[in-house]
């Protein structure tokens, strides 16, 4: 009697040990870091660099405003929380698409927005010419020895660079290295420290916070001693390097600045990453967090320069309680457009542009990496 083979069977994709919903606290503070971010531009950063010029003195908001700075770090933990699960079961070209389209659209959006109203009211440190604005475009503007158009977009450069990195691994076929590298991350750039190389790629202050917040992800998915260590590591590291920046160049800004309240605030975000990792707060439901969690990103973009120029043109020592309100309320109603108009309605039309464009580039390098492997496995 024949017996008929069954074809073998395809196996079954490994999903991630807990699949992640929607961290509803996390996207809250999103927010509020940005705001806090806002009120350091708008009550210390703008005032003391002259790009506010309507004003002269700091306000009495700038003794709790002048820390807002800080909010930079903890999105540089919350990027570094997120990114194994952006590109956990995802191929180089998925990952790759998916960050660029959370990246991209507000910010050209938020960089032709600051522009325009530069065309009309920008002046001095506030103004933009065409050949900067093009160039700002690429995100990397620096590179090309152009000034970006809004001084808040440095940080992006660093949320480049950590995407980019994930991106090699999984090119390379090494997803399953982002793990151990993550933990080991906080003790290579001790050494960098340590031996005066922190000058070299990834080995810089910031990424003592990116480092933080993917080991405070990996103890939540493994919560074992390693990435504990590399936790209480990264604590050490990223006050470390608050302090230093305190200590070099915060002072320039003409207030004087408490360690201490640097050392709470740095301590409160790791106590924040702890709370997160515990069942009952990563579960909480909070109304409205999807919104202010999308929010975030749009805000930061156009917060700074924009916001420069209405208060420079409307504000005064007499009128600035009315002013500063409205000019807030004023950039999260932009903020809301671009997230709703530019995000949200025009999602179809940017994933199929970057689908056709950097999503092609990056599959061909995805077979063409993994040609190479197979031809060195063979080899070997």
Not at 59 to 82: D, R
Not at 107 to 114: E, I, P, R, S, Y
Not at 317 to 327: D, S
């Amino acid at each position: 009697m024949a017996v008929r083979m069954l074809p073998p069977r395809e196996p079954t994709p490994k999903a991630p040990p807990h699949p992640m919903k929607r961290l509803e606290l996390m996207d809250w503070l999103r927010l509020i870091a940005a705001l806090f971010v806002m009120s350091f531009h708008y009550f210390v950063n703008g005032i003391a660099n002259h790009k506010i010029s309507s004003l002269e003195g700091f306000s009495a908001a700038a003794g709790i405003a002048q820390y807002g700075y800080l909010g930079v770090e903890f999105f540089f933990m919350i990027s570094g929380y997120v990114i194994l699960m952006s590109a956990q079961e995802k191929t180089a070209r998925q990952f790759a698409v998916s960050r660029l389209l959370r990246l991209y659209p507000a910010f050209w959006a938020a960089v032709l927005l600051t522009s325009a109203l530069a065309f009309f009211w920008g002046a001095g440190t506030t103004a933009v010419t065409l050949p900067q604005f093009a160039i700002n475009l690429t995100m990397f503007s620096p590179a090309f020895g152009v000034e970006f158009v809004d001084e808040a977009y440095w940080s992006l450069l660093f949320e480049l660079r950590f995407y980019f990195l994930v991106l090699c691994f999984l090119l390379f076929g090494m997803q399953k290295r982002l793990a151990p590298l993550f933990i080991a991350w906080p003790a290579l750039i001790a050494l960098a420290t340590l031996s005066g190389l922190n000058h070299l790629p990834y080995m810089d202050g910031y990424y003592s916070y990116f480092a933080a917040g993917a080991c405070f992800f990996l103890l939540r998915e493994r919560p074992r001693p390693l990435p504990l260590l590399s936790v209480f590591l990264s604590l050490a590291l990223c006050l470390h390097f608050s302090l230093e920046k305190l200590r070099t160049g915060a002072g320039a800004i003409g207030l004087p600045y408490s360690e201490t309240v640097v050392l709470i605030a740095v301590g409160a975000f790791f106590l924040f990453f702890f709370l997160l990792n515990t069942p009952s707060v990563s579960k909480l439901k909070l109304k409205g967090s999807q919104l202010a969690g999308a929010l975030s990103y749009p805000v930061y973009l156009i917060h700074a320069h924009c916001g420069y120029m209405i208060l420079s043109r409307f504000a005064s020592e007499e009128n600035k309680v009315f002013v500063y309100p409205l000019t807030i309320l004023l950039i999260l109603l932009a903020a809301w457009c671009l997230h709703f108009f530019i995000e949200k309605k025009c999602a179809r039309l940017w994933r199929a542009l970057l689908e056709k464009t950097a999503g092609k580039l990056v599959e061909r390098m995805e077979q063409g990496m993994g040609k190479l492997r197979q031809g060195f496995s063979k080899f070997t």
